[in-house]
């Protein structure tokens, strides 16, 4: 184990704290670096390095990892004065699991390749809760030759790691996933509000609907209506697990590019609109299954 060299890894937000913790638990030694320094605490109590830029991370690790919640970051993080490609190493391997604009990790990977490393867009499904077990999707996106190089390290973090194809497929791939996503638990809070209205019981329709054809993730395994399942946001006053305003983000992102690819997403389009929505009514830091609580109070639709 304390043969392995060491990773880099930028970012140790709500995702990318439990994500380094288990390259730890692989054996791999950190070079981290969060714009937060608090971030870093634990892992610096901890024995890893801590670095004061990205540019730092660069100069002491040639694989490293990003977790950042935009595309702005992203940006900021691989080109900035203090950006990793300013010290990058020739035949580095940079993997970006943020969730960005596919055109912008497309232009980091070009960036790169002038600098002779090689980047790949990783972006992760699953949650808070898989990356503390180790148990996210990666959907990535770049180089096949490198594909094995970088499912090592993202083995150590998720249990499904699956080749897209060109960089930026990554994110495509991630970005229909979650409109599909807000979709499907818009119509799992507007069922379950409707049902209970006509008196159903919430725990009784929840039951029926996932013995049946309208079943999903968010009635099965996300039940938006609190009281109807354990250990998810709705049963915690809607804390922890995907804010509403990374929900926003992302259907952004499918808006930019269903506008770019003239791609029509009308049922993605309202969801973008109802996110947004909620983001300006006070439900931005509350996950987005919240929307059901949102529904029950604007009367007004």
Not at 66 to 87: D, F, H, Q, R, V
Not at 152 to 176: F, P
Not at 219 to 247: C, I, R
């Amino acid at each position: 184990m304390a043969s392995k060299t060491p990773v880099g890894f930028i970012g140790l937000g709500n995702m990318g704290n439990p994500m380094a913790k288990n390259l730890m638990k692989h054996g791999y030694p950190l070079i981290i670096y969060d714009v937060f320094p608090d971030a870093c605490k634990e892992f610096q109590d901890a024995g890893e390095q801590v670095v004061s830029s990205p540019a730092d991370v660069a100069e002491k690790a040639d694989r490293i990892i990003t977790m950042l919640p935009t595309s702005i970051n992203a940006i900021e993080a691989y080109s900035g004065a203090n950006g990793i490609l300013k010290k990058v190493k020739k035949g580095s391997l940079l993997i970006d699991s943020s969730t960005i604009d596919p055109a912008i990790s497309k232009e980091l990977a070009k960036e790169a390749e002038k600098m002779g490393a090689v980047f790949m867009d990783a972006p992760v499904s699953g949650g808070v809760g898989a990356a503390r077990s180790g148990n996210l999707t990666f959907m990535v996106g770049g180089v096949e030759d490198e594909f094995a190089a970088a499912q090592e390290l993202l083995g150590c973090m998720g249990s499904n790691v699956v080749y897209c194809g060109a960089v930026g497929t990554g994110q495509a791939a991630k970005i229909c996933n979650n409109m599909l996503l807000a979709i499907s638990m818009i119509g799992t809070a507007e069922t379950m509000n409707l049902g209970i209205r006509l008196g159903l019981d919430p725990k009784l329709l929840a039951k029926i609907l996932n013995m049946s054809s309208g079943r999903c993730w968010s009635s099965d395994s996300y039940n938006p209506v609190p009281g109807v399942m354990d250990g998810v946001p709705s049963a915690n006053n809607y804390q922890g697990g995907f804010g509403t305003t990374l929900m926003a983000k992302d259907l952004g992102l499918a808006q930019d590019s269903a506008t770019s690819t003239k791609s029509p997403i009308l049922l993605g389009s309202q969801a973008h609109q109802i996110y947004r929505m909620m983001c300006a009514k006070g439900y931005s830091k509350k996950d987005f299954s919240s929307v059901f609580q949102f529904l029950r109070e604007e009367e007004t639709f």
